[in-house]
């Protein structure tokens, strides 16, 4: 089912396959109830993120429950910060990027998001996986 | 007419005056030249092109200075970093080349922004937001007629230096383009002229070398990452001695 009930992960690393192997890893171990994107790579395809990519991944699982961003390095980060920006308020406040291990912090967060746990909890879950 | 944006920026009484002997009359400016096509591949988007007004020539030869710097610049990432910043770079500046006609049309406020802009959408790295918050906010912060004078720069810079600590979470002394950005701003503001921003650019990006890195891809490194220069410091510094050139030539 679609879940509006339950906050929706995002996955950015600058790999497409780690982005997509860690989306999957989260619906097999999480189920489908919880909605996940997985973003990875640049423009062309190479090692990299991009922000208009990051933007529609955060879009396409979007519901006002928020939104929590996995993201594996640096440039991951800074461009989801930035895609962030771009979507604005009042938005950009339901979206929280978790500062966590990309695969361990998503399934963290889809497991905590799938019982219905609000934005600022399963983003503490998330980051509480690596203190 | 060209010369009117261009003498926005290089003219007015502030700019070298009295600081170095080779500030030269106003009335003795000549037009830009254009960029240097025999450096550059015929495929590249900067061959052949006329020189334009100021945000589309600044467009074109930021991409140029890149371009001859890009190889470097990746050497020095993949010592302390994953090795795409010449890559990441060229990208992100051939978006801003390629959009040089339609900048040529804007004033610089403007144009820095929406350069600005295609940086934080086409560079694919954290350079991306990072140079493309210093544009925007520069813009934002430029004068409607353009900078008259270094101090205005200096005022723009500021605009753009907080942007990139804010987006970075950093500041001096971190091993970053911060490290160059700063001192230049400082440079320019206490009156300084040309040269002593090509200076303090210089004196900045050799500074990163001793430093260790405590912010990007370099901080996993730790004190490893002592003894190399900092690749996003010294892209900083390309662009400084760009802009400085242009202003140079502006000013002959």
Redesign the interface.
């Known amino acids: 089912m679609s879940a509006p009930g339950t906050v929706s992960i995002v996955i950015v690393s ?1 790999s497409r396959d780690i982005a997509r192997g860690a989306a999957e890893m989260v619906r097999q171990m999480v189920g489908a109830e919880v909605r996940v994107a997985a973003c990875g790579g ?3 395809g190479g ?6 990519a990051i933007r529609a991944a955060i879009d396409s699982v979007w519901t006002d429950r928020g939104v929590a961003v996995l993201v594996d ?3 991951a ?3 989801s ?2 895609a962030i920006d771009l979507i604005g308020p009042p938005r950009a406040s339901r979206i929280a990027i978790c500062n966590a291990p990309v695969v361990e912090g998503a399934v963290m967060a889809a497991t905590e998001a799938a019982g219905g746990a609000d934005l600022a909890t399963v983003r503490a879950t998330a980051e509480a996986f690596g203190a | 007419m060209k010369g009117g944006l261009t003498s926005s920026v290089a003219g007015g009484a502030g700019w070298n005056a009295g600081k170095t002997a080779d500030a030269a009359a106003p009335g003795t400016r000549q037009p830009l030249p254009p960029v240097a096509p025999a450096d550059l591949p015929s495929t590249h988007p900067l061959a052949a092109r006329p020189a334009g007004p100021l945000p589309g020539e600044l467009a074109r030869r930021a991409l140029a200075a890149i371009a001859d710097h890009a190889d470097r610049l990746s050497a020095l990432d993949r010592a302390i970093g994953d090795g795409d910043h010449g890559a990441n770079m060229l990208r992100g500046f051939g978006a801003v080349a390629g959009a040089a006609d339609r900048l040529a049309a804007q004033a610089l406020p403007e144009a820095l922004q929406a350069a600005g802009h295609l940086l934080v959408m086409k560079t694919g790295g954290a350079s991306g937001p990072l140079y493309g918050s210093l544009l925007d906010c520069m813009g934002k912060a430029a004068p409607a007629v353009g900078p008259r004078s270094g101090v205005d720069l200096a005022q723009m810079l500021d605009a753009g230096i907080d942007a990139i600590k804010l987006r970075g979470r950093s500041d001096a002394g971190a091993k970053t383009m911060l490290d160059v950005l700063i001192p230049v701003q400082m440079a320019l503001a206490s009156g300084g002229a040309i040269r002593a921003a090509r200076d303090a650019a210089d004196t900045g990006l050799e500074a990163t070398r001793a430093m260790r890195a405590k912010r990007g891809r370099a901080a996993f490194l730790g004190a490893r990452s002592v003894g190399h220069l900092d690749p996003g410091a010294c892209s900083a510094a390309v662009l400084v001695h760009m802009v400085c050139d242009l202003l140079e030539e502006a000013g002959r």
């Open positions: 600058h640049n423009a062309e090692l990299g993120t991009d922000v208009a390095l640096g440039g980060e800074t461009n910060e930035s």
